[in-house]
């Protein structure tokens, strides 16, 4: 599912500050058990949007060949010697599909210690160019290296795969890196607009509140509050070692971060109220997929977040 020169996607505390901004948030949500969440064919939620935000624009990214148009923003295959490597330029559409791939040190070769983050070796993330169909997986790893993420059905269009892990050696041992690279689903596609902002949302009979002071390049905090039926939810359980997981993915180029709560795990009783740090580096909409668990089964919610 990360040096000041590059933005750092996860387990970054920083302090709050800054005065109050309009945050607004839509959410659309579908969820999965197991360990993986994906949202196959996930079109932004079925309520369409009072009015839609700006089109995405293409990105060099999805451009074949293009993986290295960006530095520490998780849009580059490459970084201080670390790289991203995948034979995959293509999956099938409308089914589920195997992803190989290896990320290689010093010397071109395969690197296969890796430390943990939040209990996972290894993040996988894949998302449409107009960020539809998110997955957030947790791929396995043979002996020589070679990562396989089973994605669920993909829709025809580009996307955009990103490794997210910690070398255990070497160089850049004890150093967070999200590496990415583009795939071509084959087929006839249609881009999904963006839905508008808003602050609240309901997910799988949730109901999500966020709160925060999001302003692009500053650290601010935002309070993601859960209920259902009108009441708090305090029966939130661990997933992934915490008890909501963050991940978002810019407007236009798909440009990554990842947001960790900062509320602590005190058993399978979390919630309503989860704090996080929130730090998104570029102004405009981002999309944000929330995941928390309730009673064995894994919910993820869509959000849509216009950063000033």
């Known amino acids: 599912m990360f040096a000041s020169s590059r933005f750092t996607v996860r387990r970054r505390a920083v302090a709050a500050a800054g005065t109050a901004a309009a945050l607004a948030l839509t959410l659309a949500a579908c969820g999965s058990s197991g360990d993986s969440s994906s949202m196959p064919g996930m079109d932004h939620g079925t309520k369409p949007a009072a009015s839609s935000s700006q089109s995405p624009s293409p990105s060099m990214g999805d451009m074949p060949g293009m993986d290295h148009m960006a530095d520490g923003n998780g849009l580059s295959d490459a970084q201080d010697g670390y790289r991203f490597i995948s034979k995959d330029a293509t999956l099938p559409s409308g089914k589920q599909a195997a992803y190989r791939f290896t990320v290689t040190g010093t010397g071109d070769k395969p690197i296969t210690s890796f430390a943990l983050d939040q209990t996972k070796r290894m993040h996988f993330y894949a998302i449409r160019s107009d960020l539809t169909g998110f997955q957030h997986i947790h791929p396995t790893m043979a002996a020589d290296g070679t990562w396989t993420a089973g994605l669920a059905s993909l829709a025809p269009g580009s996307w955009r795969t990103f490794a997210s892990f910690t070398p255990d050696s070497g160089s850049g041992k004890g150093r967070d890196f999200i590496l990415s690279r583009t795939v071509t689903v084959p087929g006839s596609s249609t881009k999904t607009p963006l839905p508008a902002p808003a602050t609240t949302a309901e997910v799988d009979g949730y109901t999500v509140t966020v709160k925060g002071e999001p302003m692009a390049g500053m650290a601010h905090p935002l309070t993601v509050t859960v209920s259902k039926d009108g009441k708090p939810v305090t029966d939130l359980q661990p997933y992934l070692d915490t008890y909501a997981h963050l991940t978002a993915f810019h407007e236009g180029n798909q440009e990554f971060a990842h947001l960790h709560p900062t509320t602590k795990v005190t058993g399978d009783n979390g919630g309503p109220d989860l ?34």
């Not at 929330?290 to 849509?304: P, S, V």
């Open 275 to 308: 704090a996080f740090h929130a730090e998104l580096p570029t102004a405009g909409n981002w999309r944000l997929f929330l995941q928390f668990q309730t009673g064995g089964k894994l919910h993820t919610a869509a959000l849509t977040l216009h950063v000033g």
